[in-house]
């Protein structure tokens, strides 16, 4: 099979909830990352066979997700697009995929990435098309009720983390402790300038002025000081609060694939090279330790051991 290499990777900065990127939908922040990646990439827009965007809460973002970021960054109409929802592993998701294509022919050049907005998140009104001839009706939170709810269970991925916390005997302090140190890093690489060739700038307004925003925002809004003041949000003994949890954000990321032939051809330059890939599922309430066993098979197929990787990047959902 083809060997498939990465040659360009952009982001967005990411917004806060309700923030300076609050007004924009998300294909139209993934327009931002997905036009910025074909550029950088150095990729002629026809030669793009397939634009793949990672969406979970698509509730009123309308039409083929996928395909309107792709249109909005000025892609040819013949790109063909498809949007992924695979939850927190979206966006990577559709780099597997991509890099599937690729190694079996199928496309020879594919944009991969993610966008969401969540503070752009409807409210869904159930019922109403039937009307409602006596009582209350109510509304739901599709941010909630499509994104951030087990409904095997019936209850908030919250409660997953606090499971974990419990089972796995991962204290209060050990949990804010480890959120303190990934908001110390991200303040730390963005004063040092880090994400700079990765940044795509986005515009957005503040009363009447127009404005530029070309930082994260989460991590210069967090009280480091008052992490162990905050009260657990999911139980009422619990450990889980608004602090070690993810935040609610908005943003988008793509990155451009190609074989190293057809790279070598047209003289890009790869930043990376993706040697394997894996998955790994099991029961719901324990999604918060699904990499572990994503890793180790990973590992086995790579005949790798954990002490020969140098760097470890994991999705850090809930700081437990």
């Known amino acids: ?7 360009s990777a952009v982001r967005t900065p990411i917004g806060a909830y309700l923030g300076s990127l609050k007004e924009h939908a998300a294909p139209a922040l993934g327009a931002f990352a997905v036009k910025e990646a ?5 990729v002629a827009p026809q030669e793009i066979d397939e634009c793949l965007m990672g969406n979970v809460l698509s509730a009123g973002v309308g039409q083929a997700p996928a395909r309107q970021a792709a249109i909005f960054a000025g892609l040819p109409n ?6 992924v929802n695979r939850v927190c592993g979206s966006g990577l998701k559709t780099v597997m995929l991509g890099s599937q294509m690729i190694q079996t022919g199928d496309a020879q050049v594919v944009l991969a990435g993610g966008m969401e907005s969540m503070s752009r998140a409807p409210y869904l009104l159930d019922k109403a098309r039937e009307g ?35 089972e796995k005997k991962i204290s209060r302090a050990d949990q804010d402790a480890f959120a303190k140190m ?13 994400f700079k060739a990765e940044m795509v700038p986005v515009p957005y307004t503040e009363g009447k002025e127009k404005r530029i925003l070309d930082k994260d ?28 949890a993810s935040s609610l954000s908005d943003g988008a990321a793509a990155i451009a694939l190609c074989s190293m032939d057809y790279a070598k051809k047209h003289g890009l330059k790869p930043l990376a090279r993706i040697l394997a890939q894996e998955s790994f599922a099991r029961e719901p309430e324990w999604f918060t330790l699904a990499p572990v066993g994503a890793i180790q098979k990973l590992l086995q197929k790579v005949g790798k051991k954990t002490n020969e990787i140098d760097l470890y990047e994991i999705n850090e959902a809930f700081s437990v």
Not at 38 to 42: D, L
């Open 78 to 83: 013949t790109v063909r697009c498809t949007t």
């Open 182 to 194: 990934s908001y110390q890093r991200a303040l730390a690489a963005i004063e040092a300038g880090k």
């Open 38 to 42: 074909a550029r950088q990439a150095g």
């Open 217 to 244: 925002e989460e991590p210069f809004r967090a009280k480091l000081d008052k992490f162990g003041d905050l009260k657990p949000v999911f139980k009422k003994e619990g450990t889980v609060t608004a602090a070690n």
């Open 1 to 7: 099979m083809k060997e498939v290499v990465v040659v």
């Open 132 to 166: 409602y001839r006596m009582g209350h009706g109510k509304l739901i939170d599709a941010m909630i009720h499509d994104g951030l709810w087990d409904v095997y269970h019936n209850n908030h991925m919250g409660d997953s983390a606090e499971l974990c916390a419990s």
